[in-house]
């Protein structure tokens, strides 16, 4: 990775949005699995020394996602994500809330909406956030934007990685 990816945040507080836009050194196939598959979204998305641990995820409308943050000392801090629209390799809506243990979500949550694009190798992912209360937003914005900024730089080391070994394996099979 050259490290001159565009990376992009937008906090509209009258919108209630946050707008990311983020560019990724690495085919649109493999960013769209990241954002999609289980085991690879456990790699990335919690902000370190934070991990991540999936209980159930069935990608298709209508499905959920029920995952956890869990800090070094054990917390656990619940979510549930449910999608609503899917386009694959282009695009998924889903509906984000924290939740307790047992899966039940606390409102208000908000609307996430991502779209996939790629040029020349490079995949763009645009990430809109609507927030259904603007109070919800403020309170967790300052945790949530440096929680965003350092998944999406662990999103970039492991799609290097994966694209280093995507690449060996494609040089292996010639």
């Known amino acids: 990775m050259s490290g001159t990816s565009v990376f992009d945040f937008a906090v509209d507080k009258a919108a209630k949005t946050v707008t990311i836009t983020r560019e990724f050194e690495a085919g649109l196939s493999l960013v769209w699995d990241a954002f999609t598959k289980a085991d690879l979204l456990d790699q990335w998305l919690p902000p370190h020394p934070m991990t991540a641990k999936t209980k159930y995820q069935d990608f298709k409308v209508g499905g959920k996602r029920f995952y956890a943050m869990v800090s070094p000392e054990g917390a656990e801090r619940w979510a549930l ?16 809330a924290f939740a307790d243990k047992a899966g039940n979500p606390e409102l208000p949550g908000s609307e996430w909406n991502h779209t996939f694009s790629e040029q020349n190798g490079i995949t763009i992912v645009r990430i809109s956030i609507y927030n259904e209360s603007l109070e919800r937003m403020e309170s967790i914005l300052d945790g949530f934007t440096k929680g965003m ?23 292996a099979v010639k």
């Open 81 to 96: 994500q449910e999608y609503t629209s899917i386009t694959p390799k282009t695009h998924f809506k889903m509906h984000n």
């Open 149 to 171: 900024k350092m998944s999406m730089g662990n999103l970039e080391n492991l799609l290097a990685t994966l694209s280093g070994r995507e690449s060996r394996l494609k040089t």
